[in-house]
């Protein structure tokens, strides 16, 4: 299935949002009709936790509900609400996951430093793409494919040397995210610091645009 971007955009993003509301869709599957069909995103049905077990069956889950369903089938981009709907009734109240490496990656970093970098970030006008915070305190800055193979020699270049000492990542190909609306490892919801727009979940920034401030911000509040 292909994605496209262009005129009637606004048009189909009101078509998902009212078709939730004429069919009583529930809220993942609209959020998955969006990422599929206006972002252009892969998404994934996700484990959920509840009371230290996860979803998947697994007695010993190294990550009870943070992880992808292995038996569930990944979502393309380009699928519509109709599609999303199905695929969440057969995996009722998964979570919403996406997987990193393709469209986008992710830097990620202490929510405090995060939503203090992203402030200072906007007030400077720089292109940014989504932002969103977990429930274990962590912040997820999309940026564009290859910032975490990239991450180590652009913070070198920066004169910072280690990355871990900056509370900072990279995740890129074979990581998944847990995406807003849905809950993560039972702790609670993911949420966006930042949601989604045409200008910036489509084409997400360089991450030397933002690396900068981040490790800036990040070191400051570790210190």
């Given at each position: 299935?292909?994605?496209?971007?262009?005129?009637?955009?606004?048009?189909?993003?009101?078509?998902?949002?009212?078709?939730?509301?004429?069919r009583?869709?529930?809220?993942?599957?609209?959020?998955?009709?969006?990422?599929?069909g206006?972002w252009?995103?892969?998404?994934?049905?996700?484990?959920?936790?509840?009371?230290?077990?996860?979803?998947c069956?697994?007695?010993?889950?190294?990550?009870?509900?943070?992880?992808?369903?292995?038996?569930?089938?990944?979502?393309?981009?380009?699928?519509?609400?109709d599609?999303?709907?199905?695929?969440?009734?057969?995996?009722?109240?998964?979570?919403?996951m996406?997987?990193?490496?393709?469209?986008?990656?992710?830097?990620?970093?202490?929510?405090?430093?995060?939503?203090?970098?992203?402030?200072?970030?906007?007030?400077?006008?720089?292109?940014?793409?989504?932002?969103?915070?977990?429930?274990?305190?962590?912040?997820?800055?999309?940026?564009?494919?290859?910032?975490?193979a990239?991450?180590?020699?652009?913070?070198?270049?920066?004169?910072?040397?280690?990355?871990?000492a900056?509370?900072?990542?990279?995740?890129?190909?074979?990581?998944?995210?847990?995406?807003?609306?849905?809950?993560?490892?039972?702790?609670?919801?993911?949420?966006?610091?930042?949601?989604?727009?045409?200008?910036?979940?489509?084409?997400?920034?360089?991450?030397?645009?933002?690396?900068?401030?981040?490790?800036?911000?990040?070191?400051?509040?570790?210190?």
């Amino acid at each position: 299935m292909g994605f496209t971007i262009g005129i009637g955009t606004s048009r189909n993003m009101r078509d998902v949002r009212s078709g939730t509301r004429r069919r009583g869709r529930t809220t993942e599957a609209t959020a998955v009709a969006e990422f599929t069909g206006l972002w252009g995103w892969d998404v994934v049905p996700g484990a959920r936790a509840a009371a230290g077990a996860c979803s998947c069956g697994r007695p010993d889950c190294p990550a009870p509900g943070a992880h992808p369903l292995d038996f569930a089938p990944e979502l393309p981009a380009g699928s519509t609400l109709d599609e999303a709907s199905a695929a969440w009734a057969e995996f009722p109240g998964a979570a919403v996951m996406l997987p990193v490496g393709r469209t986008f990656d992710v830097i990620e970093v202490a929510e405090a430093a995060g939503r203090r970098a992203l402030a200072r970030l906007e007030r400077m006008g720089l292109p940014l793409g989504p932002v969103a915070a977990t429930p274990e305190g962590r912040a997820h800055f999309l940026v564009a494919p290859g910032a975490a193979a990239e991450l180590p020699r652009l913070l070198y270049r920066m004169g910072w040397d280690d990355p871990a000492a900056l509370d900072l990542r990279g995740l890129g190909p074979g990581t998944h995210v847990t995406a807003p609306p849905s809950d993560r490892g039972g702790l609670g919801p993911v949420r966006w610091l930042r949601p989604p727009a045409l200008d910036s979940a489509t084409k997400p920034p360089a991450a030397r645009l933002l690396l900068g401030t981040l490790a800036y911000v990040a070191h400051r509040s570790r210190a």
